[in-house]
């Protein structure tokens, strides 16, 4: 084959390549920053790298657009979007929602701070035991409905790193956010001699459960999508990508 015929055999095959990847169906997830597991760079993070070996087994493409976590959520329950993640279950969620199997195990805690240096703990036995204290909170979150059942003093921000620099400056007394995230973000928002300071309560808020992907039970065909997506999330942890990615991102999973 001469030079001419060879550059029109590979145009021809960029060609189908490029209509392949652009004939795969495309769903929308959307979700927000939450570091170490979706950083602002979706390419190199945990879980957008997870879905796009989930994507490749289901034969889709998996579009992630951030958008604040209410909003998000608001745009699925509109069915507008397929799915957003990561959720924990709610009694009053899987009223309008459906979950997938658990995308990941994480605890969460409730994260202090002491200029001092000092770590006394807040046992609690019962959230209404932590009346006499500012938490701190996210708008979105799933702890919202249990926050303003046990009657508790919130101040909610939009993000993680707005509540822990509220927690340094003694705006508030406590903050819940899963614990491997939570030191994430400390870590990249302090100096050591600062990171020293914070600590975790000793009771979490909450342990080992799982979180998920959530889609509005509205959306076309999402159960059968549903039941897709976790067949290849089975697949890519039975095959060992799932664990290699958790040690390609330096991730602790509890289960």
Avoid at 6 to 11: A, D, H, R, V
Avoid at 179 to 189: A, D, F, K, S
Wanted: aromatic share 16%; net charge neutral.
């Amino acid at each position: 084959m001469n030079l001419l015929g060879k550059i029109k055999l590979f145009s021809a095959l960029l060609i189908l390549s490029t209509t392949s990847v652009r004939a795969m169906p495309s769903l929308v997830i959307a979700t927000n920053e939450y570091p170490p597991y979706i950083l602002p760079d979706a390419k190199n993070s945990f879980i957008p790298e997870l879905f796009a070996e989930i994507g490749k087994e289901m034969g889709v493409h998996f579009d992630f657009q951030y958008f604040p976590w209410k909003r998000g959520e608001q745009e699925v329950a509109n069915a507008n979007i397929w799915a957003t993640l990561p959720y924990r279950k709610t009694a009053t969620r899987e009223q309008s929602f459906l979950f997938s199997d658990p995308v990941y195990f994480a605890d969460s805690h409730f994260f202090a701070y002491r200029k001092d240096g000092s770590k006394p703990d807040i046992p609690f036995e019962k959230l209404t035991d932590l009346l006499p204290y500012k938490i701190g909170g996210i708008q979105g979150y799933y702890y919202e409905p249990w926050f303003e059942k046990a009657g508790l003093d919130v101040q909610y921000a939009l993000s993680e790193e707005q509540n822990f620099k509220r927690l340094k400056i003694g705006r508030i007394d406590l903050f819940s956010t899963a614990t491997t995230v939570g030191w994430y973000i400390i870590e990249q928002l302090f100096p050591p001699e600062e990171v020293a300071k914070f600590y975790t309560l000793k009771k979490p808020l909450v342990a080992g459960e799982g979180l998920f992907l959530m889609t509005s039970k509205n959306y076309p065909d999402t159960a059968t999508l549903l039941t897709r997506f976790n067949a290849a999330l089975a697949t890519v942890k039975m095959n060992g990508t799932y664990a290699r990615l958790v040690s390609k991102y330096g991730l602790v999973m509890t289960n």
